[in-house]
């Protein structure tokens, strides 16, 4: 079945490092991917998504690309700062209404 | 204007009680959901609902009893609470039926279970 596997948090970094987050998935076809954050308090929103393979999703300096050779979403950012501390959850839209989670992985930036 | 919004944001309670959390989003959405979020993040959907029918109904225990009166509503009530209950539960909607795609999240709803 449809799978989502995130690395495993916290990850912590200095402010203006630069940023990974590993997601592969396992899926039948080609699934739309997304990321989703929750800051500390609130609800997920979605942060960026892609819809097919090599796309590249992009949305507040954040960026993934799809790789279906690899089955990766991996989410990178060039220079983290202190407000990007939060929860980031990879998922890929299954089937019958529901999006797979993967277990989130909690970002730490320090000052 | 919120587009999920969930009461009560806070509910503090003692094991035995029985209590609802209601859900409403404006977004003209016709499918909603209830996630559970352990003290680990971990998401856990429970729930769906798709123009008023139930279509997802995950391994939850039948003391939970989710109610929609209408597209815009999804109301979920805990019978006998358990301290195992303790959770962050969300609402979130979404349209595109089963092709879902973006998922609006509510603020969540903390339960505390003493």
């Known amino acids: 079945g449809n799978s989502v596997t995130q690395m495993e948090g916290p990850v912590t970094l200095s402010e203006e490092a630069f940023l990974t987050i590993n997601c592969t998935y396992t899926a039948t076809g080609y699934p739309s991917l997304f990321w989703y954050v929750q800051y500390p308090g609130e609800g997920l929103q979605l942060l960026l998504k892609?819809?097919?393979a090599d796309d590249k999703g992009s949305n507040k300096g954040f960026e993934a690309t799809y790789r279906k050779e690899t089955t990766s979403f991996h989410l990178e950012k060039g220079s983290v700062q202190v407000s990007d501390s939060a929860v980031y959850f990879c998922?890929?839209?299954?089937?019958?209404?529901?999006?797979?989670w993967g277990a989130g992985t909690k970002l730490i930036i320090k000052p | 204007d919120t587009a999920v919004s969930q009461t009560p944001k806070y509910l503090v309670t003692q094991m035995g009680n029985d209590k609802s959390i209601k859900c409403e989003q404006n977004l003209g959405h016709d499918t909603m959901y209830w996630y559970k979020q352990d003290s680990k993040k971990f998401l856990k959907i429970m729930f769906s609902?798709?123009?008023?029918?139930?279509?997802i109904n995950e391994t939850v225990p039948n003391r939970f009893s989710p109610k929609s009166p209408d597209k815009a509503h999804l109301n979920l009530h805990i019978n006998s609470l358990e301290l195992g209950d303790s959770a962050v539960y969300f609402c979130a909607s979404t349209l595109g039926g089963r092709r879902v795609d973006e998922q609006y999240f509510g603020p969540g709803t903390r339960l505390t279970v003493t």
């Open positions: 892609a819809t097919k």
């Open positions: 609902y798709n123009n008023k029918e139930l279509i």
């Open positions: 998922a890929l839209r299954g089937n019958n209404y529901q999006l797979i």
